[in-house]
């Protein structure tokens, strides 16, 4: 049977013009895969339940803090901190979370190095990592350590980040009810959300699934839209809870992550500065070698990223000194979306 | 390392060289993929990372299945795989193995459901070719090859390499130094894959270079111009005496595959198409009525993998 290609062309062209079901069905099926392999994630133990043990969450603050400052000033992607920190967190948990200050250093150094490669088009040397150390740590050190990381992680390597979730659900938006740009105010919201998870560590043991959609809805609940109706913002949530998490969406922990996230997320807009000791930093600097105070410098989170960066590293030499010397940043996730400020008033009480 | 036993050298590529192997424990046959040690102070090599994360998530029938992965003591990677036979590549060079227009259905219908799966997970392959198809012993094809394969979210504004893809498979608007291509030109290998089961040799064989090579697409496909890739001018090399003038008018394909049933030309005539915005998805390509209309696919294990053993006298 003879087939004009023209004729198959215009069939395909109507079979895609039905409804976005095809599309949807790509999204779960993307979604059942990124959930299988988050589940074969499970970090036993964390570091928050411990606090007797050396790692705490002031450390692991100034980890990601330093995370982020790296990456803005390699002007690279920030959901690589993402994955870092989920490389920083499934390592030490595996080690039951014993460690030294500069074991915590080494192993920063090398699951950002790991992340890049994984995740970045541009790469960068093992010798930069090794100066950010401030000869602490040479190339030896650093690649020894990736080995030793991969072997222990069972060379899995692909946690999906929470960011990853998001850019999956909001597929479900309803085309005809949310502009291009509400889309893109709550991508971009649901995108600070996330980095704001990663600032703490309570926030380790829960799935990155659920931090998504925890994300999705405080930024929902954010946003004032136009043409979505509060009954369809419902039903898009629903469907992709259902369709994917389950009734996830109904548990405890869902709420908890909700509110938590809300929480951080008030004390950033409503004051326009970040106490970093509400989020267990209790220095400002990489003082890994003990508990060395400091009087917490509030910034705000709207200052521009790269202009901190090279702040960052002119404290290099905090990893080793301990110094209570100021920093001019203590944090620093993406400068929140201009959210109007109505709407998260809203939902805020 | 010490859990394998190496028995032959199968492969060797620019950054690695492939083995046959044997676990010790279990005798099962595998594949093994050393990367070559890094000597560029960046560690365990990228591209062995970005295999391994894109294997975890893309489990597929006619995906190869990664057993393992380790790093020798000189930092080399090795990644393990499902043994498979042999490969398309070694299918097409061997004379003696017999190629019916329904196993060349099954064939490229396997690859189609590889490339499908891919797309879907938003992954782009980007050396796809027949050395790339290994084939297990029940027939079913394995899709390898994923050290240049990365994850792409469809957005126009991400920048890719326009190093990648093996020559003869390079679609037009990479050869042309696009950026900005997609899953399309994943496609358009596909498309060279099926018009070489069809010629049993490469359909369009530059002569080593990226310009022969464009040469080669534009006398087949005609000059590309405002009606059929409105797109092509904004290209990096469309500027630079890639396009041959005067313009050269496309030919037929029916008068290159002349013995091809009407139902695969008009498929392949829907994928190799010069705008890759207007190529077939791998999705809508395994719904042409090529695969629907007669003969059958061959059942995947009635296909012959190698050649007949000589028959006694």
């Known amino acids: ?349 | 390392m010490e859990n394998y036993r190496i028995m032959k050298q199968l492969g060797q590529g620019v950054w690695s060289r492939t083995y046959m192997g044997q676990q010790k424990d279990t005798d099962q046959l595998v594949a093994m993929k050393k990367f070559k040690a890094n000597s560029c102070d960046e560690g365990v090599d990228f591209k062995a990372l970005r295999e391994i994360k894109l294997l975890s998530y893309l489990q597929h029938e006619h995906i190869i299945r990664l057993v393992d992965s380790f790093a020798t003591p000189d930092m080399a990677v090795v990644l393990v795989y499902e043994y498979a036979h042999t490969s398309l590549d070694q299918i097409l060079r061997n004379r003696d193995i017999p190629l019916s227009s329904p196993d060349i259905k099954q064939h490229i219908r396997m690859l189609l459901l590889a490339m499908d799966a891919c797309h879907e997970k938003q992954i782009l392959h980007r050396e796809l070719n027949p050395e790339n198809m290994f084939y297990l012993e029940d027939g079913t094809m394995k899709l390898r090859g994923f050290d240049l394969a990365r994850m792409h979210d469809g957005k126009p504004n991400t920048l890719l390499s326009p190093q990648a893809f093996a020559l003869w498979y390079k679609p037009p608007e990479v050869l042309m130094r696009s950026q900005h291509y997609s899953f399309s030109a994943d496609m358009w290998s596909v498309g060279c894959i099926f018009a070489e089961l069809m010629l049993r040799r490469p359909f369009l064989m530059g002569q080593f270079t990226e310009l022969s090579q464009l040469d080669k697409i534009f006398k087949v496909f005609g000059t590309p111009n405002e009606s059929n890739w409105p797109d092509y001018a904004i290209l990096p090399l469309a500027w630079h005496s890639t396009v041959p003038v005067p313009p050269v008018a496309a030919v037929s394909l029916d008068g290159i595959f002349t013995a091809a049933p009407n139902d695969a030309i008009s498929l392949l005539k829907s994928i190799l198409v010069l705008d890759p915005s207007n190529r077939l998805t791998a999705s809508q390509a395994l719904r042409h009525p090529y695969f629907s209309n007669e003969p059958p696919p061959t059942p995947k294990g009635n296909l012959i993998l190698s050649s007949p053993p000589p028959e006694a006298n």
């Open chain 1, 1 to 349: 049977m003879m087939v004009a290609s023209d004729s198959f062309s215009s069939t395909v062209s109507m079979e895609e013009t039905i409804g976005d079901n095809a599309h949807h069905e790509a999204a779960v099926d993307r979604i059942l895969a990124m959930r299988k392999i988050e589940a074969s994630y499970c970090l036993q133990s964390f570091l928050h339940q411990q606090q007797s043990l050396p790692l705490s969450d002031a450390w692991r603050g100034k980890v990601t803090q330093w995370a982020f400052n790296v990456v803005d000033h390699f002007g690279f992607s920030r959901e690589v901190v993402t994955a870092s920190m989920g490389l920083f967190d499934q390592y030490l948990a595996i080690r039951g979370n014993l460690c030294t200050g500069s074991l915590v250093l080494l192993t920063s150094l090398t699951t950002l190095h790991l992340a890049i490669k994984l995740h970045e088009t541009k790469r960068i040397k093992s010798s930069i990592l090794a100066d950010l150390s401030r000869g602490q740590f040479g190339t030896k050190h650093i690649d020894e350590m990736e080995l030793e990381i991969l072997a222990a992680l069972g060379w899995k390597l692909h946690v999906p980040t929470p960011l990853a979730f998001v850019a999956e659900f909001l597929h479900f938006l309803p085309e005809e009810d949310v502009s291009a740009a509400e889309r893109k105010e709550i991508y971009e919201l649901s995108k600070y959300f996330t980095e704001l998870a990663i600032c703490e560590s309570s926030f380790v043991q829960r799935q990155n699934s659920l931090i998504a959609l925890a994300t999705i809805y405080n930024a929902m609940d954010a946003i004032r839209f136009e043409r979505l109706t509060e009954q369809a913002k419902q039903t898009f949530l629903c469907t992709i809870t259902k369709a994917t998490l389950g009734q996830a969406y109904e548990s405890p922990t869902f709420k908890a992550t909700r509110d938590r996230l809300n929480t951080m997320y008030a004390k950033v807009s409503a004051t326009e500065s970040f106490d970093p000791s509400t989020y267990g930093m209790t220095s400002g600097y990489w003082g890994l070698g003990g508990g060395a105070g400091g009087n917490p410098v509030a910034v705000t989170p709207n200052g521009s990223p790269s202009s901190t960066a090279s702040s960052c590293y002119g404290h290099q030499h905090h990893y080793t000194k301990q110094t209570t010397k100021a920093t001019k940043f203590w944090y620093t996730p993406s400068p929140p979306p201009n959210t109007r400020s109505v709407g998260v008033k809203t939902a805020l009480l």
